[in-house]
């Protein structure tokens, strides 16, 4: 079994990794350099050497892989006596072996190991996404003739003031101008309609706009619906501010009722999606099926046209394009 990728986890987190029967692995931290001669700075590295004479069992590697894969201390034990084994063999034939990422082993000609680092790896973990890189001096930078140059510049103070008469020669002008536009409250009384943002609802609700128009507007005929128009009663920002009614209480089953419809949909599935969205908000929502063949969600129901007025303002900032509906 390969342990390599256990030893290298080990190497970033410690100074040394012991290999029992075999030798181990100890990283020397490096602080960054500078080499002035080619203005190329280094970062800081660990580097990684190798004792054979480290090879008593720490325990250290054997709990890293006895915890990786679910295997006893014993067990894991025997896996390292193992794999050093079989390092040991092929170090006898004169192979050459190889840890990735972390260097090459080879025996010279006493019959000693020899170990050559991976230099294209660096353990040191503050050093992560850092490379050497050049930086040369400037040439031909004499702080003397800075300074001289910098006393034939305009005093400062003078500068900024300048600066400062120049800003205020464009900002006076705006803001006179953002004054006067705001006391002309004509401009802005001009009819605004807002878009919905539901996606649900946008597609749906213009094709149902005739239907809520005649609706609305027969309801205002009959006296009881006191907005202007239909596109008054589906707007969502020219309503002018109504006062939170009593609350009556609850008529009869033959009575009219008024509801909050928040969307109107060709599809029951959309119009579902929305009645489980008003559940979460705390109200108690219905679809129920008009003329024109749309599947109508009405949030709640009120008694009185003035409650429902209320409450439909309350919920013109989440569904914009509410409208009052009256069902008998």
Same mark, same amino acid.
């Given at each position: ?65 006895? %915890?990786?894969?679910?295997? %006893? ?219 024109? %063949? ?35």
């Amino acid at each position: 079994m390969d342990i390599n990728n256990f030893i290298q986890e080990l190497l970033f987190s410690h100074d040394c990794v012991i290999i029992p029967g075999f030798g181990g692995f100890i990283s020397n931290h490096i602080p960054a350099q500078i080499d002035k001669a080619t203005g190329t700075f280094y970062p800081p590295v660990r580097k990684i050497s190798f004792n054979r004479n480290l090879n008593h069992n720490d325990g250290l590697l054997a709990g890293r892989i006895s %915890g990786k894969m679910g295997v %006893g201390y014993s067990e894991a034990r025997a896996v390292i006596e193992e794999f050093a084994a079989g390092l040991r063999k092929k170090l006898d034939r004169g192979e050459k072996v190889i840890f990735d990422h972390i260097g090459s082993f080879v025996n010279n000609e006493e019959g000693n190991i020899q170990f050559e680092p991976d230099r294209e790896v660096n353990y040191h973990l503050d050093s992560y996404g850092l490379g050497s890189f050049r930086c040369m001096p400037l040439e031909g930078h004499e702080n003397r003739k800075l300074t001289l140059s910098r006393t034939d510049r305009e005093p400062a103070g003078r500068v900024i003031t300048r600066k400062m008469l120049w800003r205020a020669a464009v900002i006076v002008p705006v803001v006179a101008a953002l004054v006067a536009v705001q006391m002309n409250g004509d401009l802005f009384k001009a009819r605004v309609e807002r878009s919905s943002m539901n996606p649900l609802v946008t597609a749906e609700f213009e094709n149902n706009r005739k239907a809520v128009d005649n609706e609305i507007n027969n309801a205002a005929v009959a006296g009881e619906v006191s907005l202007t128009s239909a596109d008054e009663a589906v707007s969502s920002g020219v309503d002018a501010p109504v006062a939170e009614p009593e609350v009556t209480a609850p008529v009869s089953s033959s009575s009219a009722v008024y509801s909050l419809i928040t969307g109107s949909f060709k599809s029951e599935d959309n119009a579902r999606v929305q009645v489980n969205e008003l559940r979460t908000e705390g109200f108690q929502p219905d679809i129920f099926q008009a003329e024109n %063949g749309f599947f109508r969600v009405s949030a709640l129901e009120c008694s009185d046209l003035g409650t429902a007025t209320f409450r439909r303002d309350s919920l013109l900032k989440k569904y914009p394009g509410a409208w009052i509906s009256k069902r008998k």
